[in-house]
T-cell receptor
Framework: AQSVAQPEDQVNVAEGNPLTVKCTYSVSGNPYLFWYVQYPNRGLQFLLK??????LVKGSYGFEAEFNKSQTSFHLKKPSALVSDSALYFC???????????FGPGTRLSVLP | EAGVAQSPRYKIIEKRQSVAFWCNPISGHATLYWYQQILGQGPKLLIQFQNNGVVDDSQLPKDRFSAERLKGVDSTLKIQPAKLEDSAVYLC???????????FGPGTRLTVT
């Protein structure tokens, strides 16, 4: 069975500083990994995905994520945080095209001015 | 292209009443998902359709929840009768052929009193 852990409920970072939101996963076989962002009263917005290839994937709004197979991690990063990045971030794992995702519990990111 | 549409956005009902939610996926997307997101948690898959066939409904409480996707386009999720613990946001998502990422609608916030 697939599972996702996001070990931090809340991450606080000052505007302009780098940010990291952590995600670890468990899945049999090769994982498909995703990050989504959720703003208040909005649905989830797709940020980026890892399927295969380069371990560093770049996504929307300047976000990137690094796949680490040995540590079964897929941490989300951004070099310079913006106040507008404040939101709820979800990591998700899947195993195959057309299969459903398992989402983590979410991490609330607060970027302080 | 237009995103995933959902209605209503908000619904308040009393326990034991029935409620229905509607979703129209992105045009051409064959796969449609319904998720339940309880406050403070990540989305949990209820049912997945491929065209008008059910792929996975293992987590759908079938004694009270039902869903259909007639003609393989829009979909309806129904709860009858509702319980207090059904209070949540119900998210619809779709994915296109050959694409693994899912695109989410804005969700329907259900409050059961």
């Amino acid at each position: 069975a697939q599972s996702v852990a996001q070990p931090e409920d809340q991450v606080n970072v000052a505007e302009g500083n780098p940010l990291t939101v952590k995600c670890t996963y468990s899945v049999s076989g090769n994982p498909y990994l995703f990050w989504y962002v959720q703003y208040p009263n909005r649905g989830l917005q797709f940020l980026l995905k890892y399927i295969t290839g380069d371990n560093l994937v770049k996504g929307s709004y300047g976000f990137e994520a690094e796949f680490n197979k040995s540590q079964t991690s897929f941490h989300l990063k951004k070099p310079s945080a913006l106040v507008s990045d404040s939101a709820l971030y979800f990591c998700a794992v899947g195993r195959n095209y057309g299969q459903n995702f398992v989402f983590g519990p979410g991490t609330r990111l607060s970027v302080l001015p | 292209e237009a995103g995933v549409a959902q209605s209503p956005r908000y619904k308040i009902i009393e326990k034991r009443q029935s409620v229905a939610f509607w979703c129209n996926p992105i045009s051409g997307h064959a796969t449609l998902y319904w998720y339940q997101q309880i406050l403070g948690q990540g989305p949990k898959l209820l049912i997945q359709f491929q065209n008008n066939g059910v792929v996975d409904d293992s987590q759908l409480p079938k004694d009270r929840f039902s869903a259909e996707r007639l003609k393989g386009v829009d979909s309806t999720l129904k709860i009858q009768p509702a319980k207090l613990e059904d209070s949540a946001v119900y998210l619809c998502a779709s994915s296109g052929r050959g694409r693994v990422e899912q695109y989410f609608g804005p969700g329907t916030r259900l409050t059961v009193t």
